[in-house]
């Protein structure tokens, strides 16, 4: 007999929640939503019946009093991610908390106290590094299919200079860096395998709207660099590039990959042929980032074993931010 699924709530009507997160996890093998929350009534039943959820509450605390939720799911603003996340740690759910994970490395470290006080097990949603495209080249680098790491190029962008959006509001924690930039730090880090010693980052914000609306960033690590640039006001991109000894690995879409088809890591390990003839390609099959996120979140709560993203993963990541926020304002390199 299949065990049964663990029941999730979701806390808001976030778009990543209603178009990306719950429309994937309804095909998770080892979870179900089943309710969903809003400050408006009617916003909540309408993403309930959009998205076939059973049950839909006119406030979180509702939600929260619901005994038969296990999980949360918070994709509230990033203001919002650490005092909810404490709410429902302390309501008894487990949680996985929508990156990132809070506005600065204080609030993780706040995050990690409720966890540890209440016994719930509480993960960041950084659904890429689930992804077995990413497993795959974390595998690659580390069998040293490009000699020793060196260095790692990323950009990431959009236009987006709605005054009304989340992502344009300071004081909710907009801005390219908290929002996108996140992403190769993250998979920096989780590539390199290593913390950066120091960061240096140049930082340009909006006249208007007082967010980052393009960083760069240099993060040295102990065997290599990593060199990043992020925007909320320049046309749509995502690439990543790492570099190493012996040859490269590019990786378009690193952030969204196409999810109807299957995704590519292009491989050059012949770096002496200029004309490209040590370039392959694998493709890894058909996935869901999402989806997978989901499942080996719910089976952490069911087996007791490890979120796939823990908060002291999370408090490190945080801490690099922190230091790029810091020396876009010094002038001068900054540690971690």
């Not at 980052?201 to 290599?224: K, V, Y």
């Amino acid at each position: 007999m299949p065990a049964r699924k663990i029941r999730w709530g979701i806390l808001g009507v976030a778009g990543i929640a209603v178009r990306r997160v719950i429309p994937a996890m309804r095909a998770c093998q080892h979870c179900e939503i089943v309710a969903i929350a809003s400050r408006n009534k009617a916003k909540a039943e309408e993403a309930a019946h959009s998205l076939g959820i059973p049950l839909a509450y006119g406030s979180y605390d509702e939600l929260l009093a619901d005994h038969e939720i296990e999980v949360v799911y918070n994709p509230l603003p990033t203001h919002l991610h650490v005092p909810w996340s404490i709410r429902s740690a302390e309501a008894g759910k487990h949680v996985l908390c929508e990156k990132p994970v809070g506005m600065n490395a204080a609030e993780a470290r706040r995050l990690i106290e409720a966890r540890d006080r209440t016994g719930v097990k509480i993960g960041e949603g950084f659904m890429v590094r689930t992804h077995p495209r990413w497993l795959r080249v974390q595998q690659m680098v580390r069998q040293g299919r490009l000699g020793e790491l060196r260095a790692v190029f990323a950009w990431c962008g959009y236009f987006n200079r709605n005054p009304q959006d989340v992502r344009n509001i300071l004081e909710y924690g907009g801005g390219a860096l908290l929002d996108i930039g996140c992403y190769p730090v993250t998979l920096s880090r989780f590539i390199f395998g290593q913390e950066p010693l120091r960061v240096s980052a140049l930082m340009d914000r909006d006249p208007e709207m007082r967010t980052d609306r393009l960083t760069s960033a240099t993060l040295e690590f102990p065997s290599g660099q990593a060199v990043f640039t992020c925007s909320t006001q320049i046309g749509y991109n995502q690439r990543m590039i790492f570099l190493g000894t012996k040859g490269r690995i590019e990786i378009d879409r690193p952030i969204n990959p196409i999810t109807e088809e299957p995704s590519r890591i292009v491989i050059d390990d012949n770096p002496t042929d200029p004309t490209g003839g040590g370039i392959t390609v694998e493709m890894i099959p058909t996935c869901n980032q999402f989806t997978i996120q989901g499942d080996l979140f719910s089976k952490a709560v069911r087996e007791g074993g490890e979120v796939p993203v823990p908060l002291e993963d999370s408090l490190k990541n945080m801490a690099v931010i922190d230091a790029i926020f810091r020396s876009a304002e010094s002038g001068h390199w900054e540690k971690p």
